[in-house]
Structure formats: structure tokens, C-alpha cells
């Protein structure tokens, strides 16, 4: 399984964009990234999933270049509340080989007013 | 509530004594999982169950079994506790994984909190 590199912490003002990058040099071709967010004493919760080029669902955007060894997970305007860790993982989502995921350390995320 | 539950919340107990946390998911998911979340907050895997069988341990001492009764259910047995084994531990689900892609990712409980004193 692909190992992922994210920045430890990040600081950001309510109703900013924020963007934080994963990379992910080795990734393979079954590989599919995703991210989840996880809030204080709660389980880590599904933000978005994609594969290549742009996934865009209510939450937040995924843009992947075309060398796939990186990911950017975009959160458009932030709040207070959207304070949490990011997780970025890398795993064969179709034959999910092994059917686990590997969580590395996370991007503590601080909204601030 | 479609979701992953899972009992107690929080857990205080005295080192080598026995303790239980249970899992169930109602979203009709073949697989779960037990993850382990240490006081860094990194988060392990250490088991998979697919359909009640048995397909990921990840090196988890032998005091920790996991007992599948059917599909919706995980319950997490820990024998002769120790210090190290305070963390937080999550149950999760997730789609069988040979039906394809699922957009859905996997689905976390809200954790058990387990404190050994």
C-alpha cells in the first residue's frame, strides 16, 4: 500500500479556502485516494474518494494530477466546526486487497474567527 | 439510524482484568474492522472480518480475540488487560469488497475509550 505524506498541522480563518496536499509517490494503478475527516472523540468520518482528475461532491473537491503522486483536498470557505484531522489514504479500492486502510498521521486542521 | 454502534463509550478498568466491547452495524456491510487509536493518534488496524470469517491480524497479542456471530456484529474480547492497551478503539464497516468500487468508503463507530489503571 502506498504511503502518504501530509503537512502535521495547518491554520486557517473562517470563510477561507483551504487546501491541503497529499503526496503519494508510489501509488499504484488499482490505487484509489480518499480522504476522511475526524472530529475530537469521534471516529473518522468519509470526506471524498477519487481516482484521477477532479471528484467534487457538497463537502469538498479532490483535484489529482494526471502523475497521480500527489492529491489536493480542497474545503471551499471553512467554518469554525470544520476544525478537525484530515486523513489522506491510498489503497486498491476496487480489489481492496487485503481490505485495509492505512491511516498515517493526519493534517490537524485549526479554523480560527 | 443506519450507522456503526458500538458499547461501552468509555471503558476504566484495573490492569489483568477481562473486558468486552461490542460492534454492530446495520448498513448491511460484509466486512468490519477494529482499529486501534493511540494516545498520537495514529490509527491501526487489527482485525478484518469478512462474512464472519477472519481476514486481517495485524501481529494483536493473543489477549485480544475478536468473535464475529453473523455479519453486523464484531465484539472485541481482551484478556488479562495491561497499561499499554489504553487507547481508543473503533469498529468500522465497509462494503464486500468483490463487489467493486464503492464511493462510500468505510463507516467508523464513535469509538470506545478504554483506560487501563
Known amino acids: 500500500l502506498a504511503k502518504t505524506t501530509q503537512p502535521i498541522s495547518m491554520d486557517s480563518y473562517e470563510g477561507q479556502e483551504v487546501n491541503i496536499t497529499c503526496s503519494h509517490n508510489?501509488?499504484?494503478?488499482?490505487?484509489?485516494i480518499t480522504w476522511y475527516q475526524q472530529f475530537p472523540s469521534q471516529g473518522p468520518r468519509f470526506i471524498i474518494q477519487?481516482?484521477?482528475t477532479k471528484v467534487t461532491n457538497e463537502v469538498a473537491s479532490l483535484f489529482i494530477p494526471a502523475d497521480r503522486k500527489s492529491s489536493t483536498l480542497s474545503l471551499p470557505r471553512v467554518s469554525l466546526s470544520d476544525t478537525a484531522v484530515y486523513y489522506c489514504?491510498?489503497?486498491?479500492?476496487?480489489?481492496?486487497?487485503?481490505?485495509?486502510?492505512?491511516f498515517g498521521q493526519g493534517t490537524e486542521l485549526s479554523v480560527k474567527p | 439510524d443506519t450507522a456503526v454502534s458500538q458499547t461501552p463509550k468509555y471503558l476504566v478498568t484495573q490492569m489483568g482484568n477481562d473486558k468486552s466491547i461490542k460492534c454492530e452495524q446495520n448498513?448491511?456491510?460484509?466486512?468490519m474492522y477494529w482499529y486501534k487509536q493511540d494516545s498520537k493518534k495514529f490509527l491501526k488496524i487489527m482485525f478484518s472480518?469478512?462474512?464472519?470469517?477472519?481476514?486481517i491480524n495485524e501481529t494483536v497479542p493473543n489477549r485480544f480475540s475478536p468473535k464475529s456471530p453473523d455479519k453486523a456484529h464484531l465484539n472485541l474480547h481482551i484478556n488479562s488487560l495491561e497499561l499499554g492497551d489504553s487507547a481508543v478503539y473503533f469498529c468500522?464497516?465497509?462494503?464486500?469488497?468483490?463487489?467493486?468500487?464503492?464511493?462510500?468508503?468505510?463507516?467508523f463507530g464513535s469509538g470506545t475509550r478504554l483506560t487501563v489503571v
Open positions: 508510489n501509488i499504484a494503478t488499482n490505487d484509489y
Open positions: 468500522a464497516s465497509s462494503q464486500d469488497r468483490d463487489r467493486g468500487y464503492s464511493n462510500y468508503g468505510y463507516t
Open positions: 448498513l448491511g456491510h460484509d466486512t
Open positions: 472480518y469478512n462474512n464472519k470469517e477472519l481476514i
Open positions: 477519487g481516482y484521477k
Open positions: 489514504l491510498v489503497g486498491d479500492m476496487i480489489y481492496n486487497q487485503g481490505g485495509k486502510l492505512i
